[in-house]
């Protein structure tokens, strides 16, 4: 069976190669070429942390919490909100101090706002196909969106992470002039390779992590030894919420926090799929792929896509994801590290 | 004891399979239709015309398309908008560059064009189903959108981005007045909604919900998996496309790609989830609730402020999301069927009333 | 009664082997199905007996052997060719249209004989409305048959199981089948409803000639309405003849440790 899908699969490996390397031959310098497929490749980190807590559920208890885009947008309104508010009702001075407590406030609220929504809107569906799974996390979305500028407000909002915004240049003695990268982006990369050590670290060396992989690989067999499943779902959902809230953080900080940051809850989509659904090196190596695919799709395919279609503008990267998402699902649908479905009658 | 079938026989199989079997049933939908051509012309303001019931009818159209295709057949569609950018941009296209073509010629072609697209973005569903198709429909949602605000000729080359249409002609009647639009859409919907029920109870009908409740089993019994997909995509399309078209032509005048995005496909998703999958009225339920709802918050905050509590007028669309997204959760756990399904046990216990059982 | 004659082979199997992964489902089965005769298939759980029936209808395609089926040679079958061509079938987890009334079921059996186009059924124009009619009366001789009237309108989710399964029969005899496959027919039933659709099989075959091949656990029902027996058992075949022949076969005897339901 496997045999039968490989050549397409390696046709489509040597297509994304081409389209890697190609930008690198159209007579721009190469270290523009390098800024921007850094600038993807930092993008991309940001859509893993947004995915990672995606497959960190799915893995555990075989949920699809699309919401999970929504939860990172609640919880980077949350920080910033709170960090404004902190030096007001506490006296704690302003900026990283306030930001520090508004963090571990915040994390709180995530783990809270992640047990709820698995409580009342995905335990009862669990039974339900995942399309109805997806649409039920659209409305969560919805709700969210709603009840998020309801309690903390509808204007943008800042995350001050104490970084400058000022970019720098990096490999000044290989490349003239040297390669733009905003220091934050190279904060942001840092802060999730962090986390990624971290969850690694958590499940390959501690008991819970432990138990928490028994449960994903087969419920009832952890169960049978003694592994109490709905605490270890209430686990998964905290780390869930604590990664939606770093996401927050990182691509709040980035962007300022506002609605489009919910538009996150949709890109995840194409990065699961890339990645397969329970995989974390995937949900990693689909974000870097799918970051990477954009700003090059839109950097060096929009140009001369333009001339040739006399467009009125580039735009490339809105539909780019999500058509890949498309290929690979013609190809490949479980993925590049996911597990295989099989349909019985 | 009103709504009694005593009496009511049916004697031949004609009379079984008739869309309004209950003689109540057939009064209050000819009431309504009567009233709603006759009397609303006179009752009902501008206002109400064009804030309530031509954006009404126009989406109940669009949604029934995508009930079809969803509630009937079992698919899904995250991008149905992009059906009715299509029919709109179609319909303005064949306007340019063919003036004095007949406005039904237009819509009808519009529709056709519409569906075509459907077909082409529904191949997708031949391989993958469910969620990953789910995705699918958003990658034609989101190269749609990209399509229509960049390739310049499907605007005319207008400038702006944005196409503004003229006053529609039919038959030497200028449809120009929101009364004029009211009714032709009327007219339209009624007709349209008549083939869906048509279909819906025909073989093509059955085979889309054989697709959805077992598709290997339908298969094995000989139904066309493909053929029934793509039948699905297309009249589901063409209704997005017709409606899409009435949309930018008698209810906006002008626009932009943005009025197509993927925030009124979610809107329609939500619109047969609280109306009712898998059912012609549920679709109009669900239309009506999404255009009524804003409407009914805003007055309500301003009802609110009156009284005294300051409530700042962003409150009401942020309790829009939060209604709407509560709703939704709410009737994919309680009652996937929505509020039609409601409706009809409620029916069912009016058969009997006043009688426990 | 009239006389059942049994006729030529219509169906004829030959050395099928089927494999999932490692799992060998079916391994080098022949055997035939002559028209108008009741061919029962038996043996223990897991033995293949379904997954043979998918393979005769093109569900599952064997690695290897032929179908050959009213004289063409296939090496798989396709479902759609299958039910084309005169084969229909019951299946062990009943498989029905949740969504749908009973009728709605046993009408989309009838949708290989319904031709007219999209267009023709929205307007409800003269064919489509005809053929509508022509094939609800067709629907109606099989509910009568089957003796489920006052159901026709019921969801078939409401129904209890032995009723779903008439309705299962029912879609599968709407296609007007030649070969009828029935998975399982009588699972789950009491003794009342196994006589009822025992009547029903061997009046399908008295009545329409259809030939049927069963797939049965109860060895009363086994020997008392089949004309010939194929026993399987993991996968190979171990028995094959009349029920006399079959039910003093040592083999089967040592398959079925001498129980029979």
Not at chain 1, 110 to 136: F, G, K, S, T
Request: with cysteine.
């Amino acid at each position: 069976m496997a045999t039968k899908k490989n050549g397409p699969v390696i046709t489509l490996g040597v297509i994304l190669g081409i389209g890697l390397a190609a930008p690198r031959f159209t007579g721009s310098a190469p270290g523009f070429y390098l800024e921007v497929l850094l600038g993807g490749l930092m993008a991309g980190g940001l859509y893993s942390l947004v995915a990672l807590g995606f497959v960190l559920i799915f893995k555990a208890s075989g949920v699809f919490n699309f919401a999970q885009g929504a939860m990172v947008l609640f919880a980077a309104l949350a920080l910033a909100r709170l960090a404004e508010w902190l030096p007001g009702w506490v006296g704690i001075p302003a900026g990283l101090p306030a930001l520090a407590l508004a963090f571990v406030l915040a994390t709180g609220i995530m783990v809270a706002l992640a047990w709820v929504i698995e409580r009342v809107v995905l335990r009862p569906l669990v039974a339900q196909d995942p399309a109805a799974l997806l649409m039920a996390t659209l409305g969560v979305t919805f709700f969210l969106d709603g009840f998020g500028q309801t309690i903390w407000g509808s204007d943008i909002y800042k995350i001050d992470l104490g970084i400058s915004k000022d970019p720098t240049f990096i490999l000044e003695s290989m490349f003239q002039g040297g390669i733009l990268v905003s220091k934050e982006d190279l904060v942001a990369t840092v802060i999730a390779a962090l986390l990624v050590l971290m969850l690694a670290i958590f499940f390959q060396k501690t008991a819970t992590g432990r138990a928490l992989r028994a449960v994903a690989d087969d419920h009832q067999a952890a169960q049978s030894i003694g592994i109490p499943l709905n605490r270890i779902w209430v686990i998964v959902w905290a780390v869930a919420g604590f990664v939606a809230l770093v996401a927050g953080m990182v691509w709040g900080a980035k962007l300022g926090v506002q609605f489009s940051l919910s538009q996150l809850a949709l890109k995840a989509l194409p990065v699961v799929i890339l990645g397969g659904f329970t995989s974390i090196p995937g949900a990693i190596l689909g974000g870097l792929i799918i970051g990477v695919g954009e700003k090059m799709a839109e950097v060096f395919l929009g140009p001369p896509v333009i001339k040739l279609f006399d467009l009125a503008g580039g735009g490339i990267e809105n539909w780019f994801a999500y058509v890949l998402a498309l290929l690979f699902l013609m190809v490949r649908p479980e993925g590049l590290f996911g597990e295989k479905h099989i349909d019985r009658v | 004891m009103f709504y009694r079938e005593n009496g009511q026989f049916k004697s031949n199989y004609t009379e079984d399979q008739q869309i309004l079997g209950i003689r109540q049933d057939r009064w209050f939908i000819f009431g309504l239709i009567a009233f709603a051509a006759c009397a609303m012309p006179y009752i009902a303001s501008d206002y109400m015309f064009r804030a309530i019931l031509i954006p009404f009818l126009i989406v109940s159209l669009a949604a029934i398309g995508l009930n079809l295709l969803v509630g009937y057949c079992g698919q899904i569609s995250l991008g149905h908008a992009a059906f009715m950018a299509v029919g709109a941009y179609a319909a303005y296209n064949l306007v340019v560059h063919f003036p004095g073509l007949n406005f039904i010629v237009v819509l009808v072609l519009a529709g056709l064009i519409s569906a075509l697209v459907g077909i082409f973005f529904g191949l997708p569903s031949l391989q993958i189903k469910g969620l990953y198709l789910g995705v699918a429909t958003l990658a034609a949602q989101f190269f749609v959108d990209w399509v229509f605000a960049r390739v310049k000729w499907f605007t005319n080359y207008s400038p702006s981005g944005s196409v503004s249409t003229a006053t529609v002609e039919l038959f030497g009647w200028t449809i120009d007045t929101p009364i004029k639009k009211y009714l032709f859409i009327l007219a339209v919907v009624i007709v349209f909604t008549l083939m869906a029920k048509n279909l819906v109870r025909g073989h093509i009908g059955r085979s889309w919900m054989a697709m959805r409740d077992m598709d290997v089993a339908a298969e094995v019994i000989g139904i066309r998996p493909m053929y029934a997909k793509l039948t699905a995509f297309a009249v589901s399309a063409f209704y997005a496309g017709v409606a899409g078209a009435l949309w930018g032509f008698l209810h906006l005048g002008s626009w932009e790609p943005a009025a197509f995005s993927i925030n009124f496909s979610l809107n329609l998703l939500f619109m047969i989830i609280i109306g009712g999958m898998g059912s012609i009225l549920g679709s109009f339920i669900g239309a009506a609730f999404i255009v009524l709802l804003p409407l009914f918050l805003n007055q309500t905050l301003l009802l609110l402020n009156k009284l005294g509590m300051n409530v700042g007028t962003a409150m009401a669309s942020h309790l829009e999301f939060m209604i709407f997204g509560a709703l939704i959760v709410f009737f994919l756990i309680v009652e996937p069927l929505g509020i039609a399904r409601l409706w009809a046990v409620a029916k069912e216990k009016l058969r009997l009333w006043p009688f426990p059982h | 009664m009239s006389e059942r004659k049994i006729g030529e082979v219509i169906l004829d199997v030959k050395n099928i082997s089927l494999s999932f992964g490692g799992v060998k489902a079916l391994q080098g089965i022949s055997f035939d199905v002559r028209e108008h005769e009741v061919r029962a298939i038996i043996g223990p759980n897991g033995a293949g007996k379904s997954s043979m029936l998918n393979c005769i209808n093109g569900v599952y395609h064997p690695q290897e052997g032929e179908i050959i089926y009213k004289g063409e040679v296939r090496r798989d079958m396709d479902t759609h060719h299958a039910a084309e061509n005169g084969i229909a079938r019951t299946f062990q987890n009943l498989a029905l249209f949740k969504g749908m009334s009973v009728l709605d079921n046993i009408m989309t059996g009838r949708n290989l004989k319904m031709k007219t186009g999209v267009l023709a059924q929205a307007f409800h124009l003269g064919p489509a409305r005809a053929e509508e009619l022509r094939e609800r009366a067709f629907v109606e001789h099989v509910i009568d048959f089957l003796e489920i009237q006052p159901y026709r309108k019921t969801p078939v989710g409401r129904l209890p199981y032995g009723l779903q399964k008439r309705v299962d029969l029912g879609r599968a005899l709407a296609a007007q089948p030649q070969v009828l496959l029935l998975d399982e027919p009588m699972a789950g039933m009491n003794m009342e409803e196994k006589q009822d659709m025992c009547r029903f099989v061997l009046d399908i075959n008295d009545e329409f000639g259809t030939t049927v091949v069963l797939i049965e656990h109860d060895m009363g029902v086994v020997m008392d309405i089949s004309d010939r027996v194929l026993v399987l058992d993991y996968g190979k075949k171990i028995g094959d003849g009349s029920p006399d022949v079959v039910r003093n076969d040592p083999e089967v005897i040592k398959a079925y440790l001498g129980v029979s339901h």
